[in-house]
């Protein structure tokens, strides 16, 4: 099942395509861009342990290994970018005709924040003489929780860059019937500005220091939800803006002692002000994401210190983990009707399972044995088909109890947050006369 919603999402005539239209200053001779992210993807789905590994198993690399990661240190961004957005639109007919259900009827949700890449072993030269901890970047990412996939992202070299900055050409691809959901550090005025220019609607927390605001209309009525009580008002900013306003006044204080939430929002009215604070909390799924990324697949590989290598793994991170969404997706929908509504597969179960069988059917089973010309619907039904031969119990999530306080132990904040921009460190280091 892995194999085929590989060969749906990045085949190597596509890949090699995206690297035709989207390359700036790389060309192919000898190595394929495909080659790059078939290796890459070995790693982050811990069916090999490092890269290096991953091509002294390869049969027929064109290229040594020096060549290999120099080709890997020199990845562009653009091309990140475009691989992950093509390969979403890719599996997108497939979940669909498996079944996908929307969180708001009529909107298409779209959670972006930003992940920020830990730091990296100290390999490079010009990072040896460093104290403090080499960060290789970030990438702002945006999710889609009705598909459970990630659907575009922006990597950025410089692990001081601002986010906010590098989220607008995210949002320069909103579209109308999108809804918007960010943390309250995008809570700018260029960025909700970018929203709505595009036509798309936005939910930010606000911030301490927001936007100013011209006028502030009255308080309409507190209504009771579920995790609180909720009320409105309109808010006027430069420019003619003219957003609403809804605080949530909370039962119990969130993990960082908040009782009271402020949400902006350009949403028409027939979406309450209570749906709106229910909505925010499905803000949380992507940082579900973020930890099921760093925990099933290798998304960090701290042996990848340059900058456009790190993020390189990551993307490659990001494309496993939406084969496994769809592979979840399958699973579920085989089992629906003979299992408890709300039973659910996990992630991590699941690439047990692929990491423990995959190498062994690569050896048994002939290279045209999955090769198979398929739609959108026949890749669909063979998966479903495949699913049901999985014992839905191998695979169930488990589900975990309350957390248990524990207390910090203190660390002094300058040891704790001492790093650097490898991206700046290396530039610094490229004007300096040996």
């Known amino acids: 099942m892995t194999k085929l919603i590989l060969e749906q999402a990045v085949p190597a005539e596509w890949v090699d395509q995206v690297f035709e239209e989207h390359r700036q200053r790389q060309y192919p001779r000898e190595l394929l861009f495909s080659t790059i992210v078939e290796l890459m993807s070995l790693v982050s789905l811990g069916l090999r342990p490092s890269l290096h590994a991953a091509a002294r198993q390869m049969e027929g690399l064109p290229v040594t290994l020096a060549a290999l990661y120099?080709?890997?240190s020199r990845t562009e961004p653009a091309l990140l970018r475009a691989l992950v957005t093509g390969s979403a639109e890719r599996l997108a007919p497939t979940i669909k005709e498996l079944g996908c259900s929307a969180i708001l009827p009529g909107w298409q949700l779209r959670i972006v924040d930003g992940n920020h890449l830990p730091s990296t072993e100290k390999r490079l030269g010009a990072l040896r003489r460093e104290r403090g901890a080499a960060r290789p970047g970030f990438s702002v990412v945006v999710y889609d929780p009705d598909r459970d996939q990630i659907v575009d992202l922006q990597p950025c070299e410089d692990a001081y860059a601002s986010e906010r900055v590098s989220v607008l050409p995210l949002l320069a691809c909103a579209t109308k019937g999108q809804l918007w959901m960010a943390d309250r550090l995008y809570c700018t005025l260029p960025v909700m500005q970018a929203c709505e220019?595009?036509?798309?609607?936005?939910?930010?927390?606000?911030?301490s220091k927001h936007p100013r605001l011209i006028e502030e209309g009255g308080w309409q009525e507190s209504v009771a939800i579920e995790s609180g009580t909720v009320r409105e008002q309109i808010i006027e900013l430069k420019g003619g803006?003219?957003?609403?306003?809804v605080e949530l006044n909370l039962q119990a204080p969130t993990d960082s002692g908040d009782t009271v939430m402020w949400f902006w929002s350009n949403l028409p009215d027939?979406?309450?002000a209570g749906q709106i604070a229910e909505l925010y909390r499905r803000r949380w799924s992507i940082?579900?994401?973020f930890q099921r990324l760093e925990s099933v697949l290798d998304s960090e590989i701290e042996s990848l210190g340059a900058p456009r290598a790190a993020l390189l793994g990551f993307a490659s991170a990001i494309l496993a983990y939406n084969v496994l969404a769809v592979l979840k997706r399958s699973v579920e929908q085989a089992h629906r009707e003979t299992l408890p509504e709300g039973w659910e597969a996990s992630i991590f179960h699941l690439t047990v399972q692929v990491r423990s069988g995959y190498e062994g059917m690569q050896i048994a089973l002939p290279s045209d044995y999955l090769s198979l010309q398929t739609t959108s619907e026949t890749l669909a039904e063979r998966l479903l088909a495949l699913a049901r031969n999985i014992k839905p119990k191998q695979v169930a999530k488990s589900i975990r109890g309350p957390k248990i306080a524990k207390p910090k132990e203190w660390l002094d904040g300058k040891?704790?947050?001492a790093h650097v921009?490898?991206?700046?460190?290396?530039?610094?280091?490229?004007g300096k006369t040996p």
Do not use: P, Y
């Open 421 to 430: 921009s490898t991206d700046r460190v290396l530039k610094a280091h490229k």
């Open 241 to 245: 803006h003219r957003w609403r306003r």
């Open 287 to 289: 940082e579900g994401m």
């Open 197 to 207: 220019e595009a036509g798309a609607s936005f939910i930010i927390r606000q911030q």
């Open 415 to 417: 040891a704790a947050h």
């Open 70 to 72: 120099d080709k890997v």
């Open 270 to 272: 027939t979406v309450s």
